[in-house]
């Protein structure tokens, strides 16, 4: 299940009262720009191209300025397929991001291997923060609207070695983790129940 999940950011600090920032707003990104993600197993620096994808690249680009990665999970590795992520270890902060999916972008680039992509349902519009690491060639996903944002250009071989034993989600059939408990539980879920994820330890941009 190629999942989803999305937008909206809080500030706040002990002297200030909570602010929310507009949801339905991104940040305009760069034409073309970096992102690094420091991952328990190395560092994988993605190239991110507006013009692949402009309101997914908006949206992604908003997310890693927030921090909405850092701590994440890679809790979807099948091999030879994806490497799956962007669900956010606070459960109120995957709530609050859970709110405003973006719209569709039309299908530029092909999904090959070491594209970053959204992941979204069969639902139109429905892309948020989830994103997968296609780790082969999956051209039939094109078809199917899943729009790449970036390219792998350094650290692929990292991106292989995440840790994929725990298998296909269990809403899939398989033995790996259940999204919904992830929503629910955040990180604590699959600290004990799935402990030897790999994650993302920050993501920044360059």
């Not at 992830?182 to 030897?196: D, K, S």
């Amino acid at each position: 299940m190629l999942a989803a999940a999305c937008l909206a950011a809080v500030g706040c600090s002990s002297s200030e009262p909570e602010k929310k920032v507009d949801v339905t707003k991104n940040d305009k990104a760069p034409d073309v720009f970096k992102v690094n993600f420091d991952t328990s197993k190395g560092t994988v620096i993605v190239e991110v191209h507006r013009d692949w994808a402009p309101n997914g690249v908006d949206h992604f680009y908003t997310l890693v300025k927030t921090g909405f990665y850092d701590g994440s999970r890679f809790y979807r590795v099948l091999r030879d397929f994806v490497a799956q992520f962007g669900m956010n270890g606070d459960p109120r902060t995957n709530q609050m991001w859970a709110s405003a999916p973006i719209p569709d972008d039309p299908v530029r680039q092909s999904n090959v291997r070491g594209t970053l992509t959204y992941a979204a349902s069969s639902m139109p519009n429905s892309r948020s923060t989830q994103l997968f690491f296609n780790l082969r060639t999956n051209a039939m996903l094109d078809t199917k609207g899943f729009a790449p944002i970036g390219q792998v250009t350094e650290g692929m071989d990292v991106v292989d070695s995440f840790f994929n034993s725990y298998g296909e989600t269990s809403v899939s059939g398989g033995a790996g983790p259940d999204p919904t408990q992830i929503e629910t539980q955040g990180n604590q879920y699959l600290e004990a129940h799935f402990p030897r994820l790999d994650f993302v330890k920050k993501a920044t941009v360059q």
